[in-house]
């Protein structure tokens, strides 16, 4: 079974992961997106918020689940037995973290990373960037998952 883990923090998710998550349904048997919880960080959305997100978001798709972890990416893979890790790549600086991260569970783990590149629709977006206009109160609607609304 091909079983990939789709990492991040998602604070909120955007139309690029949607994009990334929907183009990776047909790659693989089944795909947990993993919301990361970092005490070091401070969120815009709670862990329940984030994970309500995207679960709206593929209620429909029975191969896409929502888990939230704590730790190593790849110990995470190893207790829910994925083989591989899937991220979204837009842009040189991306390709070159993102890299860096990827030889390291190679060498650690094992792990396959696979990388899809984000659509040039949505290529611009990011979380960071949604929450800015969300602070400042722009048309973030156009950015994220009809999910991710405010109240």
């Known amino acids: 079974m091909r079983k990939a883990i789709f990492p991040g923090s998602f604070d909120p998710i955007t139309l690029g992961h949607e994009d990334i998550i929907n183009r990776?349904?047909?790659?693989?048997?089944?795909?947990?997106?993993?919301?990361?919880?970092?005490?070091?960080?401070?969120?815009?959305?709670s862990l329940e918020e984030r994970k309500r997100f995207i679960e709206e978001t593929f209620k429909d798709e029975p191969k896409v689940s929502v888990i939230t972890y704590e730790g190593l990416t790849i110990d995470l893979c190893h207790k829910v037995k994925a083989n591989f890790i899937l991220r979204g790549l837009?842009?040189?600086?991306?390709?070159?973290?993102?890299?860096?991260?990827?030889h390291t569970n190679r060498r650690l783990a094992k792990i396959e990373t696979v990388f899809l590149l984000t659509a040039a629709k949505t290529s611009y977006i990011s979380s960071s960037i949604v929450r800015d206009v969300l602070r400042n109160g722009g048309q973030y609607e156009l950015l994220v998952p009809s999910a991710v609304r405010m109240k």
């Open 24 to 45: 990776a349904i047909s790659l693989f048997d089944e795909i947990v997106i993993a919301i990361g919880v970092n005490a070091e960080k401070k969120y815009m959305f």
């Open 90 to 102: 837009r842009n040189p600086a991306d390709f070159e973290f993102e890299k860096a991260i990827a």
